[in-house]
């Protein structure tokens, strides 16, 4: 329930005066400390956190908006402007196509004491749809990267004219499509942001989209003998467990070192007298899951995305798998991004469709400009983390990122770890999560993370237990920005119930790429002071 007790006017008028004519605020009011918010707009139609009700950590303004862009297009922006503000700005991004404002995400920030922002990137639809898009350039656009520049600039207005001050440091914190947004921020304007935490950045969109459906389309069609069910993901993680887990050097039921196991899925291989074929594969399903493992290349060696890494297979079926059947993440994007229309369908497609995504790369979305020394000059820094069992972008995306990135500059004498550093996170999916066989240490407070903890009920925030710059990934870039203390490993957090996450199972560090962490060989393997981290890839 909203209350109208607070040292600053929080108002309709108010919002709207630190705004262009443009802009149309329809919400605003104060909420005490522990009051319930319902987003008054929410379309709820999405997959990601819009709906519902959420606590809040903190007495503050909350506002909600549209601006209008060119094209006679829009986008909606929310604002959270807390009354004990720490002095400190934060954007939060976005997931899958958008369509609606990281509500969740933006009262974690608050949490923090940040005034925050976030977008619905300039449409209101479901995260998989990408309807709203077709022959409408500006849209795309909006999603792109405009809707999401342009709330951090008017969010920046509204936050300076409301507390009367200026902003001390300006952050970032997003995931997934999130993570390619925040890519796409500092490579266009380098001076937006002091730091930006990037998690499994969905940046390579011209080629992404279409790898999320390629890789369901190598298992079509159902009643082919290369074809892999639900029943095999499962058979298939269970064995990738089994032999790539000693082979990283301790056996805890944890893929530690992914890049570094032979796996042989012969292993798997029915036999003319098996009885059960549904506990083995056939030699046309281990091709299926060979060419999963593999980089997906075209003509003449071409390079398109990378291969998921062993590990992930637990992720690749059910509701939410890619590879149980062609992704809506790519059939949309080819109909209504590519401009291809409603009528394609995944059977038509042919390579050509790689060289056509390229050459329009809807939206400017793709954020490939590799030369991020204008941020770093600027003094920007990042930290970027992907998990190693993403089932839905292959974490060698972000690898092949980072190593972009070192070539562009490590030529002109720049050392990438005075100002980027990238973490992977054994045995977590896709931004969060890990799978039970697993029960790998993943939380390190990222973008959505908290939601997942708590059973889901917005009311845990940073790391319960350890909120310090060793373990919360937001508080590791502020204190790399604002006291010069780079983060050289970072703890991460399994908890016995997520939730309710109070008993610690096991913590481990996370080491900055291209090191892993190493077991010494003395303590409790599930106590971080017992690992050290080594250059081994």
């Not at 503000?85 to 997931?95: C, E, I, K, M, S």
């Not at 060979?290 to 509701?319: C, M, Q």
């Not at 903890?453 to 909120?467: D, K, Q, R, S």
């Not at 970072?490 to 913590?507: F, G, S």
């Given at each position: ?225 290369h074809y892999l069910p639900d029943s095999a993901f499962d058979l298939l993680s269970a064995e990738v467990l089994r032999q790539c887990d000693p082979q990283d050097g301790v056996v ?286």
């Open positions: 329930m909203a209350t109208a007790s607070s040292s600053f006017n929080c108002s309709i008028s108010t919002i709207k005066s630190f705004l262009p004519t443009n802009a149309t605020v329809f919400y605003a009011d104060h909420y005490a400390a522990n009051a319930t918010f319902s987003p008054p707009a929410a379309l709820n139609t999405g997959s990601y956190p819009t709906a519902g009700s959420y606590p809040l950590p903190r007495a503050g303004c909350i506002a909600q908006g549209n601006v209008s862009l060119p094209g006679n297009t829009q986008y909606s922006f929310g604002i959270v402007l807390p009354d004990d503000w720490n002095g400190r700005f934060l954007a939060v991004g976005n997931g899958a196509f958008a369509g609606s404002i990281s509500w969740s995400s933006l009262i974690d920030g608050m949490w923090y004491g940040f005034a925050v922002v976030s977008t619905d990137t300039g449409h209101e639809a479901n995260g998989l749809s990408a309807a709203w898009a077709y022959q409408n350039p500006a849209a795309l656009a909006n999603w792109g990267y405009r809707a999401l520049h342009d709330t951090v600039v008017k969010g920046k207005a509204i936050t300076t004219g409301y507390y009367g001050k200026d902003i001390a440091y300006s952050y970032y914190r997003g995931c997934s499509c999130g993570g390619k947004q925040g890519l796409k921020e500092i490579e266009l304007y380098p001076d937006e942001f002091d730091g930006v935490v990037v998690g499994a950045p969905a940046w390579w969109t011209s080629h992404l989209q279409l790898w999320n459906m390629i890789v369901g389309i190598w298992n079509m069609p159902v009643n082919a003998s805890d039921n944890i893929i530690q070192d992914p890049l570094g196991c032979q796996f042989r899925p012969e292993t798997l291989l029915c036999s003319s007298n098996t009885a059960n074929t549904s506990a083995c594969l056939t030699p046309d399903q281990i091709a299926t899951v060979n060419k999963l493992h593999r980089d997906w290349v075209e003509a003449n060696s071409t390079f398109i995305f990378p291969h998921y890494l062993l590990g992930s297979e637990w992720g690749w079926g059910g509701s939410g798998g890619l590879v149980t059947s062609p992704s809506p993440l790519g059939t949309e994007y080819v109909q209504y991004m590519m401009n291809l229309g409603p009528d394609w369908v995944w059977q038509d497609w042919n390579p050509e469709l790689i060289v056509l995504s390229d050459q329009i790369n809807p939206g400017n979305a793709t954020a490939d400009d590799f030369d991020l020394e204008p941020f770093y000059r600027q003094g920007g820094k990042v930290i970027h983390y992907h998990g190693m069992s993403d089932a839905s972008i292959a974490t060698g995306s972000s690898i092949y990122f980072y190593e972009q990135v070192v070539k562009a500059l490590q030529p002109r004498g720049i050392d990438l770890n005075d100002f980027y550093r990238f973490f992977l996170i054994p045995g977590m999916g896709h931004c969060t999560g890990t799978t039970p066989s697993m029960n790998a240490p993943w939380y390190i407070a990222g973008d959505g993370q908290s939601s997942t903890l708590g059973n889901g009920a917005n009311t845990i925030h940073g790391v319960p237990g350890f909120n310090d710059t060793r373990h919360d990934v937001l508080l590791a870039v502020m204190a790399w920005v604002e006291n010069g203390t780079a983060p050289d490993a970072l703890i991460a957090t399994k908890y016995v119930n997520d939730t309710t996450p109070e008993q610690v199972l096991r913590q481990r560090p996370l080491c900055v790429y291209p090191q892993r962490a190493v077991y010494t060989g003395r303590g409790d393997v599930d106590q971080p002071e017992n690992w050290v981290c080594r250059s081994l890839y």
